[in-house]
């Protein structure tokens, strides 16, 4: 059974940092694209960042660029979301999910598999 479980989120003061972790089993990891999304209460689902299969390339919304940094682990079949200077704006569930297409795509309907989320909860 294909699973991904997120961990790593919790509460944090403005200004802080948290480092989010996905580990996958029961597909293969490295065929997939990785991205994190997130969904605050009241709002869609938005794309975070998402990086290519080998990790060579990556892709951020324009929120959190320069702030967040995604990477990748093939061996251990887990992706990071490193996130600094978080701001309550960041508060959200943060979800992890495998992609098709392209590592430029921000699209959640190219993400076959998704993670059950874990609430990042920034205080100001």
């Known amino acids: 059974q294909v699973q991904l479980v997120e961990s790593g989120g919790g509460l944090v003061q403005a200004g802080g940092s948290l480092r989010l972790s996905c580990t996958a089993s029961?597909?293969?990891?490295?065929?997939?694209?990785m991205s994190w999304f997130r969904q605050a209460p009241g709002k869609e689902r938005e794309f975070v960042a998402a990086?290519?299969?080998?990790?060579?390339?990556?892709n951020y919304a324009r929120s959190v660029e320069g702030r967040f940094t995604i990477s990748r682990d093939n061996a251990k079949k887990t992706v990071y979301l490193q996130m600094n200077s978080l701001e309550s704006e960041d508060t959200a569930v943060y979800y992890c999910?495998?992609?098709?297409?392209?590592?430029?795509?921000?699209?959640?309907?190219?993400?076959?598999?998704w993670g059950q989320g874990t609430q990042v909860t920034v205080s100001s």
């Open positions: 990086i290519s299969r080998i990790g060579r390339n990556t």
């Open positions: 999910a495998a992609c098709g297409g392209v590592v430029a795509s921000t699209e959640s309907s190219a993400c076959g598999y």
């Open positions: 029961d597909f293969t990891f490295r065929n997939y694209i």
